[in-house]
């Protein structure tokens, strides 16, 4: 995505470029993505998720789906339609569901469900995800993603920035919450500002989690990538990747 890309003729409404893999190997730019209802501030493209022939991109207002035939075109907008909401750049989707994170001025985040009816060729909304806690400042939908019957949403300013990733899971046809997850623990971590999950994987960022200096004696936020496995009934930590501490001194906001 590119959303100030000429920023003075588009005035930040934001495009998509496309690029196509050659037979040698190389990537050439093959098409630009802009829909023609955009308006000055829409940020297209801050977010893009593509999978197969589908490519979903996030605007502030809404989430434009594209389709391959012979040319990339248009065919669904999910626009936001509750007063003084938005969808922020959170994206993620695993035909037939779509999940979008997103919120309101002053009010807890959300991450919204979708299901592609193929004999529509639309996505349907299913319904929205919310934390238990009510909390606007909670980051809730910063981040989310989904695999086959498992949603995972972030949200990093859980309990003053500490974070907290909660686990949705379908189960006799109902999402419910399985698991809530809290990583280390401590005050302005970040954990969940980014997420992903496959298979029985799970991925959790951190990016503002501490760490012990190069001097021995200071801690820098290097940050973190928390690894989850699922034993059939619980995600469990399985592994903590980091920068080395030489790294950590000059790269922080890792994960």
Do not use: C
Request: aromatic fraction near 12%; glycine fraction near 14%.
């Amino acid at each position: 995505g590119a959303m100030d890309l000429d920023a003075v003729e588009r005035r930040a409404r934001g495009r998509v470029a496309v690029f196509t893999r050659s037979t040698s190997g190389e990537w050439i730019r093959s098409g630009t993505l802009s829909p023609s209802d955009l308006i000055e501030g829409d940020a297209f493209g801050q977010s893009v998720a593509l999978r197969g022939r589908f490519a979903v991109v996030s605007s502030g207002r809404a989430v434009y789906v594209f389709y391959l035939a012979q040319h990339w075109q248009p065919i669904q907008k999910l626009p936001i339609t509750a007063a003084n909401a938005w969808f922020n750049s959170a994206i993620d989707f695993e035909l037939p569901f779509l999940v979008v994170g997103g919120g309101a001025e002053n009010a807890p985040g959300a991450a919204y469900l979708f299901q592609f009816d193929a004999t529509k060729g639309r996505f349907q909304r299913l319904g929205r995800f919310i934390a238990p806690t009510g909390s606007s400042d909670e980051g809730f939908g910063a981040s989310v993603a989904i695999w086959n019957d498992v949603v995972a949403v972030g949200a990093p300013g859980y309990n003053g920035g500490q974070g907290t990733a909660y686990v949705f899971r379908k189960v006799a046809g109902r999402w419910v919450r399985q698991q809530l997850l809290n990583g280390m623990g401590e005050a302005l971590d970040g954990y969940g500002a980014s997420i992903d999950v496959r298979g029985t994987t799970l991925a959790i960022g951190a990016p503002d989690e501490d760490r012990v200096g190069p001097a021995g004696t200071d801690t820098v936020a290097g940050g973190a990538v928390h690894i989850l496995k699922y034993d059939g009934t619980h995600w469990v930590p399985s592994q903590r990747v980091r920068p080395t501490v030489s790294e950590s001194a000059w790269y922080t906001g890792f994960g």
